[in-house]
């Protein structure tokens, strides 16, 4: 398709608008061994975002969360500025794709080398957390070997998680069917990509690593790689 740059505002209300084709299809489990597919959309597997046209401060806020081991942060101003991430979507309770999401994400930090946790992190926010506190995402993030440095999971009351998940393209009524889509975003140069979990760990890990190191590199130059 003719992929256009958009606002983050924008990009992300088209997120939003995607959702229902990303998310959980009733819950059902993906076969084993393999990563979910995500019901066949209209945009590409990897769509170019451009940089926001207002304060990214503002637009996400500095409301607080709570991290796997129960340490507070401010959502924009420790989270996010100055990193590359990836957010995603899960709740502990979940058994069929985000299990598969976590494996993924798993291979695709393997992927990226030194510059996990370094230059890039990974940004988990639970759509349930009303039932996850810390502690359930850091056992969670321990049966998944997914616990560490670089690897941020975040829960808080639930009217701040709503208004982040909400900003983010990622929020549901029901919590089984938040967007499974990844969100990559360097918050250094304001470019991001869209992505879906099911293309191969190392593609989805060049683009991340492009995102956080292309030094004013136009976003329509970044090539946008497809799982065929």
């Given amino acids: ?3 256009r740059l958009l606002s983050l505002p924008l990009a992300l209300a088209l997120a939003a608008a995607s959702s229902g084709l990303l998310a959980h299809d009733g819950h059902a489990k993906p076969s084993a061994g393999t990563a979910p597919a995500a019901t066949a959309a209209p945009t590409a597997p990897i769509a170019p975002m ?3 046209k207002r304060d990214p401060q503002a ?3 500095d409301r607080e969360f709570f991290t796997q081991d129960g340490q507070k942060l401010r959502f924009y101003s420790d989270v996010l500025k100055g990193r590359t991430v990836v957010l995603s979507t899960i709740y502990t309770h979940c058994d069929g794709a985000c299990p598969l999401i976590t494996q993924q994400l798993n291979q695709v930090r393997n992927n990226l080398g030194d510059s996990f946790g370094k230059d890039i992190f990974f940004v988990v926010i639970s759509s349930d957390p009303e039932r996850d506190s810390p502690q359930a995402l850091k056992k ?3 049966k998944h070997s997914s616990d560490g440095p670089g690897w941020i999971y ?3 009351r639930k ?4 208004f982040v998940l909400r900003r983010l393209g990622q929020w549901a009524a029901n919590i089984e069917s938040h967007s499974t889509q990844l969100i990559a975003w360097s918050f250094i140069t304001d470019r991001g990509r869209k992505m879906l979990p099911n293309l191969p760990p190392e593609m989805l890990a060049t683009q991340i690593k492009m995102l956080a190191s292309t030094d004013g590199l136009p976003l329509s130059e ?3 790689l497809r799982a065929d």
């Fill in 1 to 3: 398709m003719n992929t």
């Fill in 50 to 52: 451009a940089k926001p």
């Fill in 59 to 61: 637009y996400f806020s």
């Fill in 140 to 142: 969670y993030a321990a």
């Fill in 154 to 156: 975040l829960t808080g």
């Fill in 159 to 162: 009217g701040d998680v709503d």
């Fill in 222 to 224: 970044l090539p946008a």
